[in-house]
């Protein structure tokens, strides 16, 4: 079911909460096309671009018909913020947020979340690069987790949207209680053919998603996947369908419903989008992105902003309602599942350094390097004698550190997943190695002074063994022991590759 554009969101078909989301089109942004000559906004007349007297009056108008719980808007200024929508917001009953650039407040741009003072309560906010989420309670203490959005912009940049997307997601996942999320905003990407798209749908980018109707760089497989298809969680579900034109190369809109149109005839489906938790969430309606089809039609003519439009963006929105039963913190069941999973997942750890330096080098020899010369460059920058760091490091000592993590990411850029967690897990077996190393130098210590002293009182010395040479059993066992464990296992005659397991090196994460 569909909201009028004119329509009031707020308690519409008995939905617990109402969101909106809209790019609003930042003044010096729009400032800057236009007298930059960009193709795209010389349909602009100059009043339909004075932001005081022209868009910042049509915004108002059309958020205090909608009068929804939650507003994202994206493109704002600290300085507009403070002056022109704070005041604003809080005549009509909200309280609001913004996040910029800590450099200039009031220059830069950034996401900015408003709740009404009757339906919310604010109890946390967590803000990264692109992204804020805003942990709101309402009276019932069922908490929303809203995460307003605006990824990066480049067409080719689908990676740092990814990770964008992806680092919100865990710091949320781990950190604050609530109990459904909603992520709303500007993704810069189309919905239902992106990498973001697969990634809140799948929990992962799925094989053969484009981005901009080409290929996603490989490197999106190794971005962690999201925990939200949890079953408390339910996995996340779009508000608005896919375009039609999803997946078709060079065509991003076939002028039905698209959310941005910056020139006349240049409509973009779907780079505004709202997705929300299923088990918890029920979704009632959404916000009709047209008045009429009349007005659809002109803006396909004419493009955006115009006398009627404020922004590039149309605006968003959907009414959603709490599914009855029980309403379980995610943080919690999620942290419960992932530690339950890595139980499953995680392998034996061997107990011998043989065992350890065993599987070392069987890693280290199927992992999938782009070459030979790249395992054995890898292999001998892990072997590189300790740093002896005592505290912070000397100058000497960081540029040491910053040498070898540049050349390890050179020699594992383009790695797949795959091979990353190979080379985690031999970096957990090294330290594993290093530390047995260590726990047998401690044995072996009392058991030399113990020689020492039998030395000193040749009356009660051991008597000489055959197979030993002369030294006591025990003590040449044990010496013989410390000393192949500290011997480098690729210095072997077996041609054994993994490194000396006394290295400090930095491995993957």
């Given at each position: 079911?569909?909201?009028?554009?004119?329509?009031?969101?707020?308690?519409?078909?008995?939905?617990?909460?109402?969101?909106?989301?809209?790019?609003?089109?930042?003044?010096?942004?729009?400032?800057?096309?236009?007298?930059?000559?960009?193709?795209?906004?010389?349909?602009?007349?100059?009043?339909?671009?004075?932001?005081?007297?022209?868009?910042?009056?049509?915004?108002?108008?059309?958020?205090?018909?909608?009068?929804?719980?939650?507003?994202?808007?994206?493109?704002?200024?600290?300085?507009?913020?403070?002056?022109?929508?704070?005041?604003?917001?809080?005549?009509?009953?909200?309280?609001?947020?913004?996040?910029?650039?800590?450099?200039?407040?009031?220059?830069?741009?950034?996401?900015?979340?408003?709740?009404?003072?009757?339906?919310?309560?604010?109890?946390?906010?967590?803000?990264?690069?692109?992204?804020?989420?805003?942990?709101?309670?309402?009276?019932?203490?069922?908490?929303?987790?809203?995460?307003?959005?605006?990824?990066?912009?480049?067409?080719?940049?689908?990676?740092?949207?990814?990770?964008?997307?992806?680092?919100?997601?865990?710091?949320?996942?781990?950190?604050?209680?609530?109990?459904?999320?909603?992520?709303?905003?500007?993704?810069?990407?189309?919905?239902?053919?992106?990498?973001?798209?697969?990634?809140?749908?799948?929990?992962?980018?799925?094989?053969?998603?484009?981005?901009?109707?080409?290929?996603?760089?490989?490197?999106?497989?190794?971005?962690?996947?999201?925990?939200?298809?949890?079953?408390?969680?339910?996995?996340?579900?779009?508000?608005?369908?896919?375009?039609?034109?999803?997946?078709?190369?060079?065509?991003?809109?076939?002028?039905?419903?698209?959310?941005?149109?910056?020139?006349?005839?240049?409509?973009?489906?779907?780079?505004?989008?709202?997705?929300?938790?299923?088990?918890?969430?029920?979704?009632?309606?959404?916000?009709?992105?047209?008045?009429?089809?009349?007005?659809?039609?002109?803006?396909?003519?004419?493009?955006?902003?115009?006398?009627?439009?404020?922004?590039?963006?149309?605006?968003?929105?959907?009414?959603?309602?709490?599914?009855?039963?029980?309403?379980?913190?995610?943080?919690?069941?999620?942290?419960?599942?992932?530690?339950?999973?890595?139980?499953?997942?995680?392998?034996?750890?061997?107990?011998?350094?043989?065992?350890?330096?065993?599987?070392?080098?069987?890693?280290?020899?199927?992992?999938?390097?782009?070459?030979d010369d790249d395992r054995a460059a890898y292999t001998a920058l892990m072997s590189l004698p300790d740093l002896g760091l005592k505290g912070k490091p000397t100058p000497e000592q960081q540029a040491e550190l910053e040498d070898r993590r540049t050349r390890k990411a050179a020699l594992t850029k383009?790695?797949?997943?795959?091979?990353?967690?190979?080379?985690?897990?031999?970096?957990?077996?090294?330290?594993?190695?290093?530390?047995?190393?260590?726990?047998?130098?401690?044995?072996?210590?009392?058991?030399?002074?113990?020689?020492?002293?039998?030395?000193?009182?040749?009356?009660?010395?051991?008597?000489?063994?055959?197979?030993?040479?002369?030294?006591?059993?025990?003590?040449?066992?044990?010496?013989?022991?410390?000393?192949?464990?500290?011997?480098?296992?690729?210095?072997?005659?077996?041609?054994?590759?993994?490194?000396?397991?006394?290295?400090?090196?930095?491995?993957?994460?």
């Amino acid at each position: 079911m569909d909201i009028a554009r004119k329509q009031c969101m707020k308690g519409f078909k008995d939905g617990d909460f109402s969101i909106l989301s809209w790019n609003i089109l930042a003044d010096i942004y729009l400032d800057f096309q236009i007298n930059d000559g960009n193709a795209d906004y010389t349909h602009v007349t100059p009043s339909e671009a004075d932001w005081i007297n022209g868009r910042l009056v049509l915004l108002r108008e059309e958020l205090s018909v909608a009068t929804p719980d939650v507003v994202c808007l994206q493109e704002v200024r600290g300085g507009v913020f403070e002056r022109d929508l704070q005041p604003f917001f809080e005549s009509l009953g909200y309280t609001g947020l913004v996040v910029t650039s800590k450099e200039d407040f009031h220059k830069h741009v950034g996401c900015a979340t408003f709740w009404r003072n009757d339906t919310f309560t604010m109890v946390d906010v967590i803000h990264r690069s692109r992204t804020m989420t805003t942990i709101l309670k309402d009276a019932q203490d069922r908490s929303l987790a809203v995460v307003n959005v605006h990824l990066q912009g480049d067409p080719a940049a689908s990676l740092a949207r990814l990770k964008q997307l992806q680092k919100n997601l865990k710091e949320l996942e781990s950190r604050v209680t609530h109990h459904s999320v909603v992520i709303a905003g500007d993704f810069n990407c189309l919905l239902g053919s992106s990498a973001c798209s697969s990634f809140l749908s799948f929990g992962t980018v799925e094989p053969g998603v484009p981005d901009w109707g080409k290929p996603c760089p490989e490197d999106v497989k190794r971005v962690p996947p999201h925990s939200y298809l949890h079953p408390a969680a339910g996995g996340f579900v779009s508000a608005y369908e896919p375009s039609d034109a999803a997946g078709l190369t060079g065509i991003w809109s076939f002028g039905e419903a698209f959310t941005f149109c910056a020139s006349p005839g240049g409509p973009v489906d779907g780079l505004d989008q709202i997705w929300a938790t299923s088990a918890p969430l029920e979704l009632v309606a959404r916000r009709a992105l047209f008045n009429s089809e009349a007005h659809r039609t002109k803006i396909l003519a004419g493009g955006l902003p115009n006398a009627v439009e404020p922004s590039d963006h149309l605006p968003i929105g959907a009414v959603y309602k709490w599914r009855a039963g029980e309403r379980p913190d995610l943080k919690e069941a999620l942290a419960v599942a992932s530690a339950a999973a890595a139980a499953a997942d995680r392998p034996a750890m061997p107990t011998t350094v043989a065992e350890l330096e065993a599987e070392m080098n069987s890693l280290l020899a199927s992992c999938p390097f782009k070459s030979d010369d790249d395992r054995a460059a890898y292999t001998a920058l892990m072997s590189l004698p300790d740093l002896g760091l005592k505290g912070k490091p000397t100058p000497e000592q960081q540029a040491e550190l910053e040498d070898r993590r540049t050349r390890k990411a050179a020699l594992t850029k383009g790695l797949s997943n795959e091979g990353m967690q190979m080379l985690k897990r031999v970096s957990t077996l090294a330290k594993a190695a290093k530390k047995a190393s260590q726990a047998k130098e401690k044995k072996k210590s009392p058991k030399m002074d113990r020689a020492k002293a039998g030395a000193a009182q040749p009356a009660v010395a051991a008597a000489p063994d055959p197979e030993t040479g002369g030294q006591n059993a025990d003590t040449a066992e044990s010496e013989a022991k410390v000393a192949a464990s500290t011997v480098a296992v690729g210095g072997g005659s077996d041609g054994a590759l993994a490194p000396n397991v006394t290295t400090e090196v930095a491995f993957p994460e």
